[in-house]
Every structure is written in structure tokens, then in C-alpha cells.
């Protein structure tokens, strides 16, 4: 005995399938919202043990003290934009100990190195 078909609908697959409401969220992607505006590219840099620990020790004390969380890369990316605005010429440097000595003389408070 042969069965009987059921009854088509008259709503198309994409009738079925698309959202009820016009202002139905968005699905979300992967991943951390961004918290930049601009545009950005995503670089891989080496660091030294030692400079992990300086950035990750910072990120813990400003959390400690002001309850914000900093990541490492909001860190660097404020370092970089102060010398940036400080308009320090790095341009005769031809060594990072140069562009180091550079940076620490601008400070003013460092003088070559040397810590009071």
C-alpha cells in the first residue's frame, strides 16, 4: 500500500527559516568584542622573559589598584603612542640600546641608564 504524501505548506524554505522579528540580534562572532576603533593588524613581536614579567606585573598592580583590566597589548600600544607624542627623534639610533638611551634621556628623570 502506497502512503500518502503530506501536504506541502505554502512557505518557501527561506519563509521558514529567516527571523521573525525585524530587530532579532545579531549572532555574535568568535571571539572578544573589539575595544579599538581604528584600524588595526594583529603582529607577533618577541619579547624577553623579564619583559613579560614587567607587563604582566603592571597589568596586576593597575588591576590591584583601580579594578581595571589591562592586557598586555593595550600596554605596549600605550607606550608606543607616548614616545610617539613625545616626539622623541629615534632616527639616529642605530641599536636598541640607542633607541633605549634616546628614550630614558628624554625622560629626564634616567640619565644614560643611571637610576637615582
Known amino acids: 500500500m502506497a502512503r500518502a504524501r503530506k501536504k506541502r505548506t505554502s512557505k518557501t524554505t527561506q519563509d521558514i527559516f529567516s527571523p521573525t522579528r525585524s530587530g532579532a540580534p545579531q549572532r555574535r562572532k568568535p571571539g572578544r568584542p573589539p575595544i579599538h576603533d581604528e584600524a588595526w593588524t594583529k603582529v607577533t613581536v618577541v619579547l624577553f622573559n623579564r619583559q613579560i614579567v614587567f607587563l604582566d606585573r603592571l597589568a ?44 630614558l634621556a628624554r625622560l629626564g628623570r634616567y640619565r644614560l641608564g643611571i637610576t637615582q
Open 60 to 103: 596586576a598592580n593597575i588591576r590591584a589598584q583601580s579594578g581595571a583590566a589591562i592586557s598586555r597589548a593595550q600596554l605596549i600600544r600605550a607606550l608606543l603612542d607616548a614616545v610617539a607624542d613625545a616626539d622623541i627623534d629615534l632616527t639616529a639610533a642605530t641599536s636598541e640600546a640607542d633607541l633605549k638611551a634616546t628614550v
